[in-house]
């Protein structure tokens, strides 16, 4: 079995990834999670200014995963670029990509956090625009709107010469939206789902159970929301689909990726396993893709898109082979495990 795949013209060994965030960002954790057989890590989002975060409780298991308000505590991209530069030498040898994240409170600030990360050279920079714009009369986070989130993307994308993910928020109307706008506005690819808005009350204290009232929910009960969201966007978008959101185990890896992920975070599991969890999970996803039958890990990307195979069949048969899209892409083929426009 081929376990590698590649996105952005990057090489991983498997396309089990660390989500951002749930292990902090610390040199020596992260080699332990690619010694461990993670295909990549990723660093916790940083923005231009330390920010100190939520006050606690900030994280909660409620038993179908995880609800969080941590608040994007971080130490500062200043500081956190000589982690990632400590983090790059160790992983090199190892032959494991290292993902920046960064966030910003402004569309300059995402300019600025993309420059410093870049100093450390990561293979790819995620960009979490799940957090309030300071310039907007609400402070609506950039996720939720495709001018903002375009507006983000042009700014990072002009800011560094790395490749860039787009990280997408589920709560929106239409998130199919906002990546075709960070897609246009340059994106090399969107990572698809951050934490689903949601609440919980202690019923004997009468109140919302996080010192922050709301939160984001992750872990096993969003996985549905998150296989939809990355079918409909590898549906239309041509650049590849990083999927994140409730996966536990190897079949799930597979469910992802037959979904249209080309690669697959898990942010929950490791935090409630243990950083060896995406080793273990990378080959079982393995072992469960060759019982399918498949040759390599790459060809099960995509492999669930049932519009597609039905106008392939009608190709073979002579018939038109093309997918309306929606209406921005409009004839899209299945080629190759990707939807090419
Ligand atoms: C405690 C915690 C901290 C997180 N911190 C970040 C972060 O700093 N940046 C980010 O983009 N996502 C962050 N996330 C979201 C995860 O990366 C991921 O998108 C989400 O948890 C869904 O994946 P999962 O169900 O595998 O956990 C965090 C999630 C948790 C649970």
Redesign the pocket.
């Known amino acids: 079995m081929d376990s590698h795949v590649d996105c952005c013209g990057i090489r991983f060994p498997n396309p089990v990834m660390l989500?951002?965030?749930?292990l902090g960002t610390e040199a020596g954790l992260l080699e332990r999670v690619a010694r461990g057989g993670a295909g990549a890590v990723t660093s916790?989002?940083a923005s231009p200014r330390p920010r100190t975060g939520h006050p606690n409780p900030t994280?909660l298991d409620w038993g179908y995963?995880?609800i969080?308000a941590?608040g994007?505590a971080n130490p500062g991209v200043e500081a956190e670029v000589e982690v990632l530069k400590d983090a790059k030498a160790r992983l090199k040898p190892l032959g494991v990509p290292l993902v920046a994240?960064i966030f910003a409170e402004t569309v300059d600030g995402f300019g600025l956090a993309a420059e410093v990360v870049s100093r450390a050279q990561p293979d790819l920079i995620e960009v979490?625009i799940s957090c309030p714009n300071l310039a907007h009369e609400l402070g609506r986070p950039f996720a939720l709107d495709p001018v903002s989130a375009a507006r983000v993307t042009r700014t990072v994308k002009s800011s560094t010469a790395i490749p860039v993910a787009v990280?997408l928020s589920p709560n929106v109307t239409d998130i199919v939206e906002i990546g075709l706008a960070v897609q246009e506005a340059g994106a090399d690819a969107v990572v698809a789902?951050?934490?689903v808005a949601g609440m919980l009350i202690d019923i004997h204290a009468r109140r919302p159970v996080l010192a922050n009232l709301e939160g984001?929910i992750?872990?096993p009960a969003?996985k549905p929301v998150a296989i939809k969201a990355v079918y409909d966007l590898s549906r239309v978008l041509r650049v590849p689909v990083i999927g994140?959101?409730?996966?536990s185990d190897g079949k799930d890896v597979i469910e992802m990726m037959m979904a249209g992920a080309t690669l697959v975070e898990?942010?929950?599991?490791v935090?409630l396993h243990g950083p060896e969890t995406l080793g273990r999970i990378a080959a079982e996803a393995a072992r469960i893709a060759e019982s399918l039958g498949f040759g390599s890990m790459q060809d099960v990307v995509g492999v669930a898109h049932v519009e597609q195979k039905r106008h392939r069949h009608l190709d073979a048969a002579g018939g038109h082979g093309t997918v309306r899209g929606r209406g921005k892409l409009p004839h899209q083929d299945f080629h190759a495990g990707h939807l090419v426009a």
């Open positions: 989500a951002s965030g749930v916790k989002s994280v995963g995880l969080n941590v994007l994240s979490n990280k789902i951050n934490t984001g992750s872990g969003i994140v959101g409730g996966i898990l942010g929950s599991a935090r």
